[in-house]
């Protein structure tokens, strides 16, 4: 029987760059975890693909999704909808690869009660100051849309306590760096490693 993967899941605020650092480990050669592809009601910004870095899909679709249990989490984030596909962690899972899934803290935490096993590393803006500059330099948000989000971004650092890890971004290949070390501790953990060794044993 294959060993089951580890499911990571990356959150933290908005505007923390998770998408960056989620980037960042996929542009990497020695990264080896799944990444799963989330399904999202909101519009394709530009050079966004279908399929690739979402699955675009209607409120109706959506909610579809929600009805048939298809959604591992789901959350509604500044009016659209975000959801994480079950079947492909479970089977991903099952195959025994890791599972990275970069998600928003709501869905977070419905994740940690669905598999309290999984691995939650909470993404950390440097300060807040410096969160706000990077929502604003983005430039692709309403002044209304950054603040509505620099609210939600202080209830969501106190969420701090729902995670395992806390990884700051003060730096994205420091930040992808830190991540990898926490997957390599974890796989290394004498409850994931030991049967392994008893299994031998009783082999021989
Ligand atoms: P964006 O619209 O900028 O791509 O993403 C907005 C937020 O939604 C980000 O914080 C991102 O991490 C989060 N997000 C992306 N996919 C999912 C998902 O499947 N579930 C949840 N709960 N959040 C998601």
């Known amino acids: ?20 650092v989620r ?21 394709p910004r530009q050079g966004e693909r279908n399929g690739f870095d979402y699955f675009f899909k209607t409120r109706e679709e959506f909610e579809e999704m929600i009805a048939q249990n298809k959604l591992l989490e789901w959350a509604e984030y500044v009016g659209n909808y975000y959801g994480t596909p079950v079947d492909y962690v479970e089977q991903t899972l099952q195959n025994g690869k890791d599972v990275f899934l970069e ?9 940690r009660n669905a598999f309290p096993e999984g691995l939650f ?15 604003v330099t ?8 950054i603040e509505n989000r620099m609210k939600t971004a202080k209830i969501e650092i106190e969420m701090m306590d729902a995670y395992d890890y806390v990884v700051e ?23 994931r490693v030991a049967p392994r060794y008893k299994k031998m044993l009783e082999v021989e």
Do not use: W
């Not at 980037?23 to 519009?43: C, G």
């Open 1 to 20: 029987m294959v060993e089951r993967g580890l499911l990571i899941v990356l959150s933290g605020p908005s505007g923390v760059g998770k998408g960056t």
């Open 138 to 145: 983005r430039g692709t948000e309403t002044n209304a849309l």
């Open 121 to 135: 590393i909470f993404l950390a803006p440097p300060s807040l100051s410096e969160l706000k500059n990077r929502i």
């Open 23 to 43: 980037q960042a480990l996929f542009s990497q050669e020695d990264t080896d975890f799944e990444y799963s592809i989330s399904v999202t009601t909101r519009k």
């Open 103 to 111: 998600i928003e803290v709501q869905g977070a935490l419905q994740v």
């Open 169 to 191: 971004n003060d730096n994205v290949e420091r930040a992808c760096e830190r991540i990898k070390a926490i997957v390599l501790a974890e796989h290394l953990k004498r409850e």
